[in-house]
């Protein structure tokens, strides 16, 4: 299995950027997809969750309103669209899998990560 994120990057305090996470090796449309995020000397913590056909949607409250997660189970994607980024997003964000929408991810199915810096 292997999950590989990208679209990280530098940018400004109010802007914008999209994540994408590319999965392989697994049958991606029957798992649930999230994205977490770890901040230097902070514990990994989850941003989005989407169910596996993209019906249901669950969001941190940091982020609610900001954040965008989605899905394309053809082209095995998920995506992450952050607007309105504030310096205080600034961390590693990672994909990872799970087999129901409440669990835990299981610790097999992770990305490796794609560094998020928002800053002037």
């Known amino acids: 299995v292997q999950l590989v994120e990208s679209g990280g990057g530098l940018v400004q305090p109010g802007g914008s950027l999209r994540l994408s996470c590319a999965a392989s090796g697994l049958t991606f449309s029957t798992y649930h997809m999230n994205w977490y995020r770890q901040a230097p000397g902070q514990e990994r913590e989850r941003v989005a969750t989407?169910?596996?056909?993209?019906?249901?949607?669950n969001y941190a409250d940091f982020v609610k309103g900001r954040f965008t997660i989605s899905r394309d189970n053809t082209l095995k994607t998920v995506y992450l669209q952050m607007n309105s980024l504030k310096t205080e997003d600034t961390a590693v964000f990672f994909c990872c899998a799970a087999v129901s929408y409440t669990s835990n991810c299981d610790p097999n199915y992770w990305g490796q990560g794609t560094q998020v810096t928002v800053s002037s």
């Open positions: 989407i169910s596996t056909l993209g019906r249901r949607t």
